[in-house]
C-alpha cells in the first residue's frame, strides 16, 4: 500500500492537481485502488506507469514512478483522460485519424 509518507510530488504534477481540483488522497486512491494501464520502461531516471482510477466517477490518470531503491513514489503528472483522447472505459487511447 502507497502511503502519504512516500509521496514526492514533483512541482509540474502539484500545479496540475490545483488545476485541476486533485487532491493528495484522489491520488492515494487511484494508486492503491487503480489499474496500470500503460508502462514506460525506458522513462528516466526510473522506469514509470500510467494510473487509472476512479474517484466516485471522475476518472483519473497518475502518471508515477518508483524512485529507484528508496520506496519514495514519484508523482509525475495527474489528470482527467479526455473522452476524445480515450476509449470510454479511459484505458486506451483512441487511434488519431
Given amino acids: 500500500m502507497i502511503t502519504r509518507d512516500r509521496l514526492d510530488i514533483r512541482l509540474h504534477a502539484a500545479v496540475r492537481m ?57 508523482i509525475i503528472t495527474v489528470y482527467q483522460p479526455d473522452a476524445n483522447q480515450w476509449d470510454s472505459a479511459f484505458r486506451r487511447r483512441r487511434e488519431r485519424p
Avoid at 26 to 31: A, F, G, M, P, R
Fill in 18 to 74: 490545483l488545476e485541476r481540483r486533485i487532491t493528495i488522497d484522489d491520488i492515494l486512491l487511484v494508486l492503491n485502488k487503480g489499474e496500470v494501464i500503460e508502462s514506460y520502461p525506458d522513462d528516466t531516471p526510473w522506469p514509470s506507469q500510467l494510473t487509472l482510477g476512479f474517484v466516485r466517477t471522475r476518472p483519473l490518470h497518475v502518471v508515477w514512478a518508483e524512485a529507484g531503491d528508496t520506496k519514495r513514489v514519484v
